[in-house]
Antibody
Framework: QVQLQQSGAELVKPGSSVKISCKAS????????MHWIKQQPGNGLEWIGW????????KYNQKFNGKATLTADKSSSTAYMQLSSLTSEDSAVYFC???????????WGQGTLVTVSS | EIVLTQSPTTMAASPGEKVTITCRAS?????MHWFQQKSGTSPKPWIY???KLASGVPDRFSGSGSGTSYSLTISSMEAEDAATYYC?????????FGSGTKLEIK
């Protein structure tokens, strides 16, 4: 069965960077886009972008250009998102998600909480 | 960017009551997708391609709409349906979600 296992919670300082991971299993990693979604505490959902691990192609929400960098390691079936120049506005839960036939975001990781605090 | 406006923002329904949640798009979209999220968990796919129920979703749920107006309906509210529901459009980039409708049981 498809599983997306995300890395654990991070407490990071303002101005620093963080890299979170999403390890995929149960399917051919290189055949599906991996999307990333942000959810601030008590708030709604915001799409960050996707990466296609098969060729490394990416598509970003312009709002996250320069903030988020998506990469993927085919050898370990793991997708990564690096967030840079962190501020309190970046404190959120970040999800990875994958589509299925017809259904966007059919599979979700459990989420990674990033807290930006000095 | 296509803005999705959900209404109501919050509501409470009694068991057995019919519930309708609306999602209006600032521009026409081809399909609408819906997700259910309960506190502390990841969103779950709920309705896709406007009217198709995701696996395991009870058939008291339905989805409809076209163009700029879409809705999710529960024919008869049950306690387990209490959650926040989000709509999503993927007709154009960036993909956008509605701000959510929190549905509570009375």
């Amino acid at each position: 069965q498809v599983q997306l296992q995300q890395s654990g919670a991070e407490l990071v300082k303002p101005g620093s960077s963080v890299k979170i991971s999403c390890k995929a299993s149960g399917y051919t990693f290189t055949s599906y886009d991996m999307h990333w979604i942000k959810q601030q505490p008590g708030n709604g959902l915001e799409w960050i972008g996707w990466i296609y691990p098969g060729n490394g192609n990416t598509k970003y929400n312009q709002k996250f250009n320069g903030k988020a960098t998506l990469t993927a390691d085919k050898s370990s079936s793991t997708a990564y998102m690096q967030l840079s120049s962190l501020t309190s506005e970046d404190s959120a839960v970040y999800f990875c998600a994958r589509r299925a036939a017809g259904s966007p975001f059919a599979y979700w990781g459990q989420g990674t909480l990033v807290t930006v605090s000095s | 960017e296509i803005v999705l406006t959900q209404s109501p923002t919050t509501m409470a329904a009694s068991p057995g009551e019919k519930v309708t949640i609306t999602c209006r798009a600032s521009s026409s979209v081809s399909y609408m997708h819906w997700f259910q999220q309960k506190s502390g968990t990841s969103p779950k796919p709920w309705i896709y391609d406007t009217s198709k129920l995701a696996s395991g979703v009870p058939d008291r749920f339905s989805g409809s709409g076209s163009g700029t107006s879409y809705s999710l309906t529960i024919s008869s509210m049950e306690a387990e349906d209490a959650a926040t529901y989000y709509c999503l459009q993927r007709s154009s980039y960036p993909l956008t979600f509605g701000s959510g409708t929190k549905l509570e049981i009375k």
